[in-house]
């Protein structure tokens, strides 16, 4: 078991909550229409995205998915130059040029979310190539969900990735559905971590709705993948709650199955932990989420009072 | 070693001796690619490179495009200087999403955050019997992604400035070698500085009736057919756009300007192919009140490169080509 501090515990739950808030304001201003083109959100997901990023230490790298705000929050993003970003504001942190799908933090380690389904593998097999001709000893962790694993890039990079130990693990976030494929569908393997044997890496299957089980899991194979030993794969099962994007009518799913994991929701979870060990007195708790809500409503002040890109800046950054 | 030294050397030898002096003067350049190592890559250009620089600079990948051009991309990213040897043009139509989705878009869409130097050597063309799959000249699709580079060298001694050039630029360089002008022999700058900036097209030969531009082995199919005119008084004047993407237009235009006739040439596919993009820039300018006489665009038939020999060079423009074109632009015929 790993030690885990209150003060670690506080960031964990409010970070949670954060991402949660983040993505029900975020569809709420969706809905309003003041959203430009679409956002994906992992609501239902937070444990798997926040967790696996808390568990990464200082100079870690990650590249992050399509569905990637709690990931972001996670690892630390500014909720204000995320929010903004989504707002398509010049505060963004890509100056309202890439939007929700593309949110990125380079210099502190965040290679981007990515807005083609696979495409971070490759990415990461690169930063972590860089982290071992250098040796920094940081780990590169990768976002991607279930649909991802299908792509030829996923099966070329851990391949790439086992034969040269890269420092990476391979974090997947299977949510059930690709788009509106359900898995078993569109793969013939009860786990995803059963990949990893093609590759002769370690392949762990978790809940993905268990924030313990997540940061214990992550923090091992980051351990694993720091020692020069390779890569992991980590398969994280868990469950979205809204739609693929604002387009999604979701025939291709019943209530029924929405509400029985909506009682393993990744929150309430967390929250019944922290009662049950009573880590944390309720009135904490609810200072907790009072104040990561708070810090959202101040996100979204920020977005909608910063400017939009001027029109001048359209030809810059093309090329370096 | 600054020298003004020079020495007879071929274009593959040139560009191995431009990504030697990088990989000396800079330890963040690495190389990889398929049986780049003890194989020394599939055309000789990477040989006794792993002698030189070991295991960890030389990064023998297996079969597997979009891992490798993934990689390089971030590897780029976090600060490598990664150069990447596609084996065939052609299958760069297998890691196209790293680097059209990603490298070329990183920059921008994640506003200014990132740069990605990185180089992909890509063999192009025909001439080899290799059919269909292994002698393609797909320069203008990459000249359509903003974010990329597109450079050609044409002579050893553009293959070593331009080599090094690429691998210095902050930018993904698709650096496009053509097969056939591999065992090509030049005099070649040995000045470890010596370097072709990025974004020139020059005049290859000056002349004053009919502007060709052409790279590659076109380029040299050019060139013996301005030999063979200059015999009979004609005087054509050939620009070769070093740099495909984002293309050096002005020199283009101040020939035209001066000759009034222009052939645009190239091996690939004629149907959206990038000398249609110089003919249109030529038309958008001042030039366009100096034209004498249409243009012509020659380009490679609307077809997959076909294995037999004959066929194959019937596919792509010849020396006669040029020929008849200038007599025709120039009422000779």
Known sequence: ?320 | MRTNDMTKMTYRDAIRLGITEEMRLDRDVIFLGEDIGVYGGAFGVSKGLLEEFGEERILDTPISEAAIVGTAVGAATTGLRPVCEIMFMDFITLGLDALVNQGAKMRYMFGGQSQVPMVLRLPAGSGTGAAAQHSQSLEAWLCHVPGLKVVTPSTPAQAKGLIKAAIRDNNPVCFIEHKMLYDAVGLVPLDEEYTLEIGKTIVERPGKDVTIVAYGTTLAKAVEAADFLEEEGIRVEILNPLTLYPMDMKPIIESVIKTGCLIVAHEAAKTGGVGGEIVARVVESEAFDYLTAPIVRLGGLDVPIPFNQELESAAVPQRNDFVHSVYRLLNRE
């Open chain 1, 1 to 320: 078991m790993i030690e885990l501090s209150e003060e670690l515990l506080l960031r964990m739950y409010y970070k949670m909550n954060q991402a949660r808030y983040f993505e029900e304001k975020l569809d709420e201003l969706d809905v309003k229409g003041l959203v430009h083109g679409t956002v994906h959100l992992a609501l239902g997901q937070e444990a798997a995205g926040v967790m696996a990023c808390l568990a990464l230490e200082e100079g870690d790298l990650v590249s992050l998915s399509h569905r990637g705000h709690a990931q972001a929050i996670g690892f630390g993003l500014d909720v204000n130059l995320m929010m903004a970003e989504c707002l398509g504001k010049d505060t963004g942190y890509c100056k309202g040029k890439g939007g929700s799908m593309h949110i990125a933090d380079v210099e502190n380690g965040n290679l981007g979310a990515n807005g083609v389904v696979g495409g971070g593998f490759g990415l990461s097999c690169g930063a972590a190539l860089t982290q071992k001709y250098q040796h920094t000893g940081k780990v590169v962790l990768c976002f991607a969900g279930d649909g991802a694993t299908n792509t030829g890039s996923f099966h070329e990079s851990l391949n790439l990735a086992s034969i040269w130990k890269l420092p990476v693990v391979f974090f997947i976030e299977n949510n059930q559905y690709g788009m509106s494929n359900p898995v078993e569908n569109h793969m013939n393997v009860e786990n995803i971590s059963d990949r990893s044997e093609a590759y002769n890496m370690p392949g762990l299957t978790i809940d993905g709705n268990d924030f313990l089980d997540v940061y214990n899991t992550v923090t091992k194979a980051l351990r694993y993948a720091r020692a020069g030993k390779g890569p992991v794969l980590i398969e994280a099962k868990t469950y979205r709650f809204s739609g693929h994007s604002k387009s999604d009518k979701q025939l291709y799913r019943d209530e029924q199955e929405v509400k029985e994991w909506q009682k393993k929701d990744p929150l309430l979870k967390m929250k019944e932990y922290l009662r049950e060990n009573r880590i944390f007195t309720e009135k904490q708790i609810q200072k907790m989420e009072t104040e990561a809500m708070i810090s959202i409503e101040q996100a979204v002040e920020f977005a909608k009072k910063s400017p939009s890109p001027q029109l001048d800046t359209i030809l810059a950054d093309v090329y370096a």
